[in-house]
């Protein structure tokens, strides 16, 4: 549906209100912008008059946002930001040949796919990637992202799903604490210190239950909200961590972090590639999804 022309935002004069309202001043949004305080003026006032709403109360020196300004504000920052990145994207990919924008969960992204990402671009000569770090589904519309990397189930509103992998996890420490503290059964787990994953925490209990431990006290020890931190406090021997394989290829091979017991628990969920209605016909995206489904079968993720 076509917006009414009088309706369509301006977004000089968003810019100028979107300033005001931060300085809630108008001289100083117009040395900013470097106008005149009087054109600061006339554009808001245009607004106000395009909205049918007052958006500032001027009180002495200060323009002070009205309930209207205050709703319009966060709604008028965030389509500056969807014009700035667009104009950035565009201008990015003005010598390529495909651009492709992809959403990933961020450890996934940095540790598993940005390593296997210049066999790709290798293959496909001129393409271009935009990848964004996402934890949870979003609306890909509202986004303007061709392809995402999900783990959870395959439910995404307005896309599909493509089984990617299964995870399954180990428990894993730095070689210094095994010297240092070595344990001889799962059990003895349960009395050194535990790496939890705050997103996850149930992990630990779960593992322990796999191996047909009583895990009462598995809820004891450090959190951290992303993978790529327990990977880190792990090598530096803080305590023993249940983590994925494919997210710790470097560690093992490097001798950073050891498995303590080889006992690979599949985890309740999977990852997927998450392709929006609109765009399965979308060429890299499909090049990019059959690229990501032969790394899987040639090692990595599936032998997670």
Known sequence: MTLPRKLTPDLTTLQSFESAARHGNFTRAALELHLTQSAISRQIKDLETQLGVLLF??????????????????????????????????????????????????????????????????????????????TEPF?????????????????????????LCDEKIVPVASPTLLQADPVATPA????????????????????????????????????????????????????????????????LSAGKLQIVFDRPMATENSYYVVMPDGKREHALGVAFTTWLLSQVRTGGATES
């Open 139 to 163: 609306d890909f519309e509202q986004e303007n992202v061709d392809l995402a990397i999900h783990y959870g189930q395959p439910i995404w509103a307005g896309a599909t799903c493509t089984f």
């Open 57 to 134: 109360e001027r009180v002495r020196q200060r323009a002070i946002l009205s309930e209207a300004g205050r709703r319009l504000l966060p709604e008028a920052r965030r389509l500056l930001h969807q014009t700035e990145e667009m104009m950035i994207r565009a201008a990015s990919g003005a010598d390529a040949t495909a651009t492709l924008s992809i959403a990933t969960l961020p450890t996934f992204g940095s540790r598993w796919l940005t390593p296997r990402l210049p066999n790709f671009l290798a293959a496909h000569p001129g393409s271009l990637v935009d990848i964004a770090s996402r």
């Open 188 to 251: 003895d787990l349960m009395r050194r210190p535990l790496l939890h994953l705050a997103t996850r925490p149930r992990l630990w209990r779960q593992w322990f239950e796999f191996c047909d431990v009583d895990a009462d006290p598995s809820y004891r020890g450090n959190r951290f909200d992303q993978f790529s931190m327990i990977i880190e406090a792990a090598t530096m021997a803080m305590g023993f961590a249940l983590l994925p394989l494919y997210l710790i290829e470097q560690e």
